[in-house]
């Protein structure tokens, strides 16, 4: 079936440092990929999407590309600030609902 | 703004009592998704409808647990008898016809004592 993993957090990070959350999942046929972020108290919102290899999705300065061949949707982001302080998912979708990852949890300190 | 509601956003019961949680998902969007969040298992998939029908349900214990989908804006998830196990944080979520994308309620947090 399908799956996604992430890495495990939480990660600490200070502001302005380079972001990576890495993420790999396995499905059968050619799946949409997403990443959510849940702040405190939230629901989850949609950060960014990619339905097709190489696409890259992009939204708030974060970023990941669809890379078919290694079965990866890594999250970055070059300058992180406080305000990025959340849990993100890595998520797919392919002939059913969406499949989420364990989540990352992210704190970024001043 | 459009957005998916939830209430209620907490509720505390007694072990055995039922619980109802509501969702009502945005206008026009004809599929909706029920999810649970604990900290062991992450984001599960509890059931999901298009159209107001059922289409899979395989995620809820079946003993205890029921959705329904009364009208197209309201959907409807049931623990009859709780317990302490099930407490949770439970989400909906809705999105609209041809669309990968869900949109996130901001959850029912349920503690069974």
């Known amino acids: 079936g399908n799956s996604v993993t992430q890495m495990e957090g939480p990660v600490t990070l200070s502001e302005e440092a380079f972001l990576t959350i890495n993420c790999t999942y396995t499905?059968?046929?050619?799946?949409?990929l997403f990443w959510y972020v849940q702040y405190p108290g939230e629901g989850l919102q949609l950060l960014l999407k990619?339905?097709?290899?190489?696409d890259k999705g992009s939204n708030k300065g974060f970023e990941a590309t669809y890379r078919k061949e290694t079965t990866s949707f890594h999250l970055e982001k070059g300058s992180v600030q406080v305000s990025d302080s959340a849990v993100y998912f890595c998520?797919?979708?392919?002939?059913?609902?969406?499949?989420f990852g364990k989540g990352t949890r992210l704190s970024v300190i001043a | 703004d459009a957005r998916v509601t939830q209430t209620p956003r907490d509720k505390v019961t007694e072990m055995g009592q039922e619980v109802t949680m509501r969702c009502q998902p945005i206008?026009?969007?004809?599929?909706v998704f029920w999810y649970r969040q604990t900290m062991m298992q992450g984001l599960e998939l509890l059931a999901y409808?298009?159209?107001?029908?059922?289409?899979?349900d395989s995620g809820m214990p079946k003993d205890r647990f029921s959705a329904e989908m009364p009208d197209a804006t309201l959907a409807t998830l049931k623990i009859q008898p709780s317990e302490p196990r099930d407490s949770a944080v439970y989400f909906c979520?809705?999105?609209?016809?041809?669309?990968?994308?869900?949109?996130f309620g901001q959850g029912t947090r349920l503690t069974v004592v």
């Open positions: 979520a809705s999105g609209p016809s041809g669309s990968t994308e869900a949109f």
């Open positions: 499905a059968t046929g050619y799946p949409s």
């Open positions: 990619a339905t097709k290899a190489d």
């Open positions: 998520a797919l979708k392919g002939n059913t609902p969406l499949v």
């Open positions: 206008l026009g969007h004809n599929t």
């Open positions: 409808f298009r159209n107001r029908a059922p289409l899979d």
